[in-house]
C-alpha cells in the first residue's frame, strides 16, 4: 500500500510503503529509503514495532541520527575525509568533526529514492534505485545503485545491494535501522542479549576511526562470541568504550566475505521473547549501542528515545578502508558490480 507521507521543503512529495508477509509488516519511505517501523509478534503473539523513527517528514530532514536509513556511498566514517584512488587523492564531505561519515552531509540518507512494488512467487517487496553522480559528495564516478527490500513467505527481511559505477570509485552500504525489540520507545536495551561470530575487532582512534589493527576480542567487554547482556561490560571503564560513549565498534567477521549469506549475529530481548538473527555476506558487523541519543528526539510513539533505549547492527565492510590497504577493498570499477546480501530473521 502506497500513501502521500508529507512533502519536502521544495515540494517533492514523500511516499510511504506499507509490506506485510510471513507474519511481518513493513514501512518504507521514499525519502532516504528509510524504514519506518518493522512490526513483529512476540512470545504471545502481540505484534510491536521494533525499530526507532519519527512521526514526520520535517522530524527525519531536521534532526533524525539515520533512523532507518540507507547509507552510501560509503557507511561509516573515512578519516579526515580523504583517500587516495589511482594516484589521485579525494576531498569528501566533512560531517563529524574532521571526518567524512556515512556519505558527508547530504549522504544516500538524505535522497529521494525511486520505488517500485514487486511479488515474486511467495515473496514481495520494493526495489529502490538511485543515481548519485560524479562528484557528489566528492565521491568520483557516476554511481547507480539498486537496493532490493523482500519480505519473505517466512517473514524475514532480506536486503541486496548493488551499484555499478562509470569510474573507479569507493563504495560500502548499509542500512541503519535502531532496533528495540521489546518495542519502539520501550526503554533501555541493556537487558538484549547479543551474539557476534567475531574473534576480532578494530579499536579506534579518539575520532572512531580505526588504527589498522585487528585485535583480539579474547579478554575484552569486546568479547561476544558468547550470547550476553549489552549491559553486563558496558560500564567497564574500557579506554575505547569511554572514547566512543559506548559500543560504537566494527566487528571483523570470522566467515570474511562470503559468496552466500551466513550467520553471524544473534539478538534478544529476554522479556518480549523476540529474536533477530542476521546472516551476510560482509565481512564485518558495526555494533552501536545508541550513545548518543540523547532525549530531545520523539518516537512515533510520543517517546523520547534516551542515550542506550535502541542498538544498530550494521552489515559493512570495514570503516576507512579506503585508508588502510590491508583491509578488504572497497574499490568498485567500471564493468564490475558491487553486491551484498543482509537478512533478518526474527523469531519469538
Not at 221 to 239: A, V
Not at 299 to 314: H, I, K, V
Request: aromatic share 10%; hydrophobic share 30%.
Amino acid at each position: 500500500m502506497k500513501t502521500l507521507f508529507g512533502e519536502l521543503a521544495d515540494g517533492t512529495e514523500i511516499h510511504s510503503w506499507s509490506l506485510e508477509n510471513g507474519g511481518t509488516r513493513l514501512e518504507v519511505l521514499s525519502y532516504g529509503g528509510i524504514v519506518r517501523s518493522l512490526e513483529v509478534p512476540d512470545r504471545h503473539g502481540r505484534y510491536a514495532n521494533v525499530c526507532a523513527g519519527l512521526a514526520r517528514i520535517e522530524d527525519y530532514v531536521a534532526s533524525s541520527p539515520y533512523f532507518g536509513a540507507l547509507i552510501g556511498r560509503y557507511g561509516n566514517r573515512i578519516g579526515k575525509g580523504r583517500f587516495t584512488l589511482d594516484g589521485e587523492t579525494y576531498q569528501l564531505s566533512v560531517d563529524d568533526g574532521e571526518n567524512s561519515l556515512h556519505g558527508g552531509a547530504e549522504g544516500f540518507d538524505r535522497r529521494v529514492w525511486d520505488v517500485e512494488p514487486f511479488a515474486k512467487g511467495s515473496d514481495v517487496g520494493l526495489h529502490l534505485s538511485y543515481t548519485s553522480v560524479d562528484g557528489e559528495m566528492g565521491y568520483p564516478g557516476t554511481l547507480t545503485a539498486t537496493v532490493t527490500y523482500t519480505l519473505t513467505e517466512h517473514g524475514d527481511w532480506r536486503i541486496d545491494y548493488e551499484a555499478t559505477t562509470d569510474r573507479a570509485t569507493v563504495v560500502n552500504l548499509t542500512s541503519h535501522v535502531y532496533w528495540n525489540l521489546a518495542g519502539e520507545g520501550s526503554g533501555t536495551i541493556a537487558d538484549h542479549e547479543l551474539a557476534i561470530a567475531a574473534s576480532r575487532w578494530t579499536p579506534t582512534d579518539p575520532g572512531l576511526i580505526p588504527t589498522g589493527e585487528l585485535a583480539p576480542v579474547d579478554g575484552t567487554p569486546f568479547d561476544f562470541r558468547e550470547s550476553k547482556p549489552i549491559g553486563r561490560d558496558l560500564r567497564t571503564g574500557h579506554p575505547q568504550l569511554l572514547a566512543a560513549k559506548g559500543y560504537d565498534h566494527n566487528w571483523v567477521l570470522d566467515k570474511g566475505i562470503t559468496a552466500e549469506p551466513e550467520h553471524v549475529a544473534t539478538l534478544r530481548d529476554p522479556a518480549s521473547g523476540r529474536t533477530l538473527k542476521i546472516a551476510t555476506t560482509e565481512p564485518g558487523l558495526q555494533f552501536y549501542s545508541g550513545n548518543f541519543l540523547d532525549g530531545t528526539l520523539v518516537g512515533p510513539s510520543g517517546r523520547t528515545y534516551r542515550q542506550g533505549d535502541a542498538l544498530c547492527l550494521e552489515t559493512q565492510h570495514f570503516p576507512d578502508s579506503p585508508n588502510h590497504p590491508s583491509f578488504p577493498s572497497t574499490v568498485l570499477r567500471p564493468g564490475r558490480q558491487h553486491r551484498s546480501t543482509t537478512i533478518h530473521t526474527f523469531g519469538a
